[in-house]
């Protein structure tokens, strides 16, 4: 006679928040990859549900309503946007932060993830379309340069202690114009049209460093 099997038990917390977590990024990750090919109002809740290989049951264990997930995959895609930008380089060397922005805007790299930065930066285009239909994304949107103004200010600030930046310019003038520039070499690249962002960059770096 064969020994009983022994009972299964059941998930433990970290296994279910694991599994919880998983579902809601497949979520976010498959509605990112629709919006992005269909636009942000045409892709259905089945859809998105089906590409992320769960049910409508699992989506609403993350999210209130449709609205909500939008808003949700918007943010996610400005927090990557912001830290493409603030999470590049070194935090005193305004030179390796560029060199690695640099790397980011010219990768051409299909898989990489949608939800990491050098993915998220690849779609500014949704998520401006997102902050005009949204007041909420569009202030998050808002808070989000200033953060990556701030954050660029302060390498602006270390290079010329360091004696790496021109000591003449305003920290925080120079870091809004390169935010305002990174947002534009994207806007392009969007397009399609040819253009060397990298090299952009780089004679920015060499006008700041004089």
Known sequence: MSSPRPKSRAPGPSTRKDAKDASREALLRAGLELFAAQGLDSPSLDAICKRAGYTRGAFYVHFADREAFLEAVLVRVLEGYTASIVS???????????????????????????????????????????CRRSPAVR?????????????????????????TVRSDLDPDAAAGLLVTL??????????????????GLQVV???LSG
């Open 182 to 199: 990174v947002l534009g070499f994207l806007a392009v690249r969007e397009t399609g049209v040819p253009f060397d962002g990298a090299g």
């Open 205 to 207: 770096m060499s006008i």
């Open 139 to 163: 202030a998050r949107f808002e808070a989000g340069v200033e953060l990556s103004a701030r954050a660029l200010a302060e390498l602006i600030r270390n290079g010329q202690t360091a004696g």
């Open 88 to 130: 590049t380089g070194n935090p005193t060397d305004l030179q390796a932060t560029i060199h690695r922005f640099s790397s980011l805007l010219t990768s051409t790299d299909d898989a990489v993830d949608p939800l990491t930065p050098g993915g998220a930066a690849s779609h500014l285009r949704i998520l401006l379309e997102g």
